[in-house]
């Protein structure tokens, strides 16, 4: 059993761990940098060690600064929230080594789904459906396969993903060009040049399915959550269920993402994100072997602490419950609320929160380390609040997040809430018939229509 949980994180995620810990009597110490010093996780935790500097560079992501915290404190164990050491796999090797139990699946697990193409593999030898493609680093081989497949095709690099180091190709003409500047690109931004090719999918849905693993073998999947409101490859808005996916679909995304999880010995949360085509067809498109910001839409509509059972596992303890025990009841929507600015290009709004008023009522929570006088810092992710609204269907669930838009007051600083009120209020919204493009085609035309509301 644990005695002490180190959190290698900061912001609302670090104060989400917190909780978790102190309702199963775990003792916690967070590491935080110089600028998070007056910060209420770093306040709330039972203990605290400053490991460095502002910059990421040199505290969340300085790996000999977070183990020295981490033995100095004496912890048994480290939760690393999402981003920075999360899926690093020096990092999970060191804690191996210096006999601290990382929160999180094994090294193996991380290094399989961290390479996309061979995460491919891994999935297409266990049966579960890949979009039509082929791992294929040769320029030659590349354009043969290509031919076949049809144009448009997609480029991406096996080191990317979350969007990065991709190209899609619309025909043979740009395919050369657009070939070399992808792997010049995985070069330079990963370090490593491999390739691989994709039919390209026209008008997807992002589908993903939240999954645990215990190290007994058990692995239960929870309803899917629909991502496919986003910007640039940042979510936006998360909801569970799918407006898109019925029980036949809902089966199928369960069969897939329990077969790879259980063929790959997975022990942790996990996720797998699928693409679904128009034909409500899923193919696997990655897998993140971390906790995700969108978690609490899962936790409720299922009542289960994902955290919680996240550092239950890595104690070695089984699942609470079997699958016939996960359940989908009602309806819940999250807004990342990030300080940007939407009227001017989602600029970064650091700064004096001056006042905040927060929402509340039936069906809200609110997962946010922010308070009225706090000064956010500019060195790190512009997330500063998950408003979740929750209802016995997704109509209701729409409704009470829109109140709570209504009700909440920040400022100071731009936020991203007057953009919520516009897609909240909007027909294919509310229609629940949105696909990946909708978000950014919704943008260019309010950006022609002339500018966003202010704050
Ligand atoms: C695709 C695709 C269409 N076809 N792959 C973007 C994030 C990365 N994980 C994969 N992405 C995509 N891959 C094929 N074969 C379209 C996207 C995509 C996307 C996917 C999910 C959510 C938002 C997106 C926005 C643009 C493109």
Redesign the pocket.
Known sequence: MFKKVFIANRGEIALRVIRSCRELGLRTVIGFSEADRDSIPVRLADERICIGPPSPKESYLNIPAVVSAIEITRADAVHPGYGFLAENIPFVEICGASRIVFIGPSVRNIQIMGDKALARKTAKSFRVPV?P?YEESDYKNGLHHARKLGFPV?I?ASAG???RG?RRVNNIDEFQQLWYTCQEEAMSSFGEGALYL????ER?R?IEIQLVGDRKGNVIVFPERD??I?RR?QKLIEESPSPFVDWKLRKKLYRYAYRLARKINYKSAGTI?F?VDSDGNPYF??MNTRIQVEHPVTELVSGYDLVKSQILVAQGERLGIGQKEVKLNGHAIECRINAEDPSNNFMPSPGKVEKLVLPGGPGIRVDTHIHEGYAIPPYYDSLVMKLIAYGSNRQEAIERMRRALDEIVIEGIRTTIPLYRKILAHPIFLSGRYS??WLENFLESEAEKGVLPKN
């Open positions: 979009i493609g997609i991406k993903g979350g969007g991709m994709e039919k390209f999918l997807p992002h991502c496919s986003q490859h994100e693409l498109m990655e990946v493009k």
